[in-house]
């Protein structure tokens, strides 16, 4: 039996971060003794954003029987709201694709996407997916950490028939 069980790095970084890092750093500042809300509201802020990570990683049922062929997690617009990574979860199947951003997930098969678009930006690569699915916005707007693998994994599935590259 393992004495620590296999956990994400994340998780242990949170952790450490939680038990060792914030009570210290808020004792040496003086706030932990003068204000006891000076401690709680950090904890609350990473438990909620611990939860919003938690919900982008489930997965659909038909996730569980079909073929994985890339994932990785990101940044992404929907809407108006962004989200920053590691709060939206890409991954490719070889019939659907899985967009997840916090706790609102879709999943769009291959026949729905219209097409997927590469536009540089500041700050990098985004990629816009355009689908007609019912429920779903028209626009969806990500930024895989796997950039080129996630281009590669793309053309090999076939998504590619709408892939427009901008002129460089």
């Given amino acids: 039996m393992e004495v620590f069980p296999q956990r994400s790095k994340l998780f242990w970084y949170v952790l450490f971060f939680i038990l060792f890092v ?4 808020l004792v040496v ?3 932990a003794a003068t204000n006891p809300l000076s401690l709680i509201m950090p904890l609350a802020v990473l438990g909620l954003l611990a939860i919003i990570f938690y919900q982008s990683r489930r997965k659909f049922p038909q996730e569980t029987r079909s073929k994985l062929l890339f ?8 809407s108006s709201i962004n989200y920053t990574f590691p709060f939206v979860r ?3 199947y070889d019939k659907f694709m ?3 951003f916090g706790w609102t997930r879709y999943m769009i098969e291959r026949e729905w996407i219209d097409e997927i678009k590469e536009r540089r930006g500041l700050f990098g690569l985004s990629f816009s ?3 007609r699915k019912p429920g779903v916005p028209p626009n ?4 895989p950490t796997r950039q080129s693998e996630f281009v590669k994994t793309l053309e090999k599935a076939g998504y590619l028939n ?4 901008p002129p460089h």
Avoid: D, E, Y
């Fill in 129 to 131: 997916l355009k689908n």
């Fill in 90 to 92: 890409i991954s490719i």
């Fill in 71 to 78: 994932t990785c997690q990101g940044g992404g617009r929907l």
């Fill in 29 to 31: 500042i003086g706030l």
């Fill in 98 to 100: 899985v967009l997840a």
């Fill in 162 to 165: 709408g892939f427009i590259r």
């Fill in 22 to 25: 914030l009570p210290f750093s």
């Fill in 140 to 143: 969806l707007t990500f930024f």
